[in-house]
């Protein structure tokens, strides 16, 4: 964490935005780390699936909850970050519609997840959630985002900061899943 705060602090500016980008870091960081722990659950899901390994499931729901967490943790900090750059968080803006709503249905699946038997088709569903978060994020009309902030930035030091939160946090999301996984183990 002080390493994810130095890199935030030492990030550069940008020109339109000013220092409200540190807030972005942030945002786009935790946001892209819950995706790619939803996808790496989808991916667990898709193995549970094809060889019936129900052991898995108890990885899956907690890979599963740390990565809905890390991703929610990304969309309050884009309400800051909205609050900070646009002057009010605007829940109606199509791209924060489209998180919410994968938002609410990653709940829900991982409460699925959580209440059902394990069964070999229950892997399914992480990976079909994951083709909807992506599938959602990308039919989001671009009202107020840009397109690609951080691939058409030509700032190396942005793309670096950009880059250097989201493995931090990409770190923190598998720690914290082997952290959980150790301290509370499976009660027989």
Same mark, same amino acid.
């Given at each position: 964490?002080?390493?994810?705060?130095?890199?935030?602090?030492?990030?550069?500016?940008?020109?339109?935005?000013?220092?409200?980008?540190?807030?972005?870091?942030?945002?786009?960081? #935790?946001?892209?780390?819950?995706?790619? *722990? +939803?996808?790496?659950?989808? =991916?667990? !899901? /898709?193995?549970?699936?094809?060889? $019936?390994?129900?052991?898995?499931?108890?990885?899956?729901?907690?890979?599963?909850?740390?990565?809905?967490?890390?991703?929610?943790?990304?969309?309050?900090?884009?309400?800051?970050?909205?609050?900070?750059?646009?002057?009010?968080?605007?829940?109606?803006?199509?791209?924060?519609?489209?998180?919410?709503?994968?938002?609410?249905?990653?709940?829900?699946v991982q409460v699925l997840l959580a209440w #059902?038997?394990?069964?070999?088709?229950? *892997? +399914?569903?992480?990976?079909? =959630?994951? !083709? /909807?978060?992506?599938?959602?994020? $990308?039919?989001?009309?671009?009202?107020?985002?840009?397109?690609?902030?951080?691939?058409?930035?030509?700032?190396?030091?942005?793309?670096?900061?950009?880059?250097?939160?989201?493995?931090?946090?990409?770190?923190?999301?598998?720690?914290?899943?082997?952290?959980?996984?150790?301290?509370?183990?499976?009660?027989?």
């Open positions: 964490m002080l390493l994810l705060c130095l890199v935030v602090w030492l990030g550069p500016d940008e020109r339109t935005l000013g220092s409200g980008i540190k807030s972005v870091y942030l945002h786009v960081g #935790l946001t892209w780390a819950g995706m790619v *722990g +939803l996808g790496a659950a989808g =991916l667990l !899901g /898709l193995a549970i699936f094809m060889t $019936g390994r129900l052991a898995w499931i108890r990885w899956l729901q907690i890979v599963g909850w740390v990565s809905t967490a890390v991703y929610g943790a990304g969309i309050a900090m884009s309400m800051v970050a909205s609050q900070i750059n646009w002057g009010g968080v605007l829940l109606q803006e199509p791209r924060m519609a489209a998180a919410l709503n994968g938002l609410a249905i990653t709940l829900i #059902l038997p394990p069964t070999r088709p229950l *892997g +399914l569903l992480p990976i079909l =959630l994951w !083709g /909807l978060i992506l599938w959602l994020n $990308g039919q989001a009309a671009l009202v107020l985002h840009p397109p690609n902030p951080v691939r058409t930035t030509e700032s190396n030091g942005i793309q670096f900061t950009f880059l250097a939160v989201f493995v931090l946090f990409s770190l923190m999301l598998v720690w914290l899943v082997w952290f959980i996984q150790k301290t509370f183990p499976r009660s027989s």
